[in-house]
């Protein structure tokens, strides 16, 4: 029994990592490599304010995926309706 014990240990770990929310979710928007330089960033200096570059690339990253989505999510709420762009 006392054998068993390191062996649940690791496994558990991974599954914390693998069902993670915050870091599903980031996965699902392709933004995981800014948000891990950001991590990075953060675990070496501490402060988020010596970090504004990796900060501002994440909240970039992030915006453009929202604008993304919205566009995709747009026209499919009306798919019958002519599209006002090009006048059909």
Known sequence: QPQSAPQPHQPLEEAEEAEDPVDAMISRTGCMAQHRE?????????DWRHCQPQVRAFGDCMARRQRAEELHRAPSLHPAHPSPTTGE
């Open 38 to 46: 950001l991590q990075e960033c953060m675990a070496a200096r501490q």
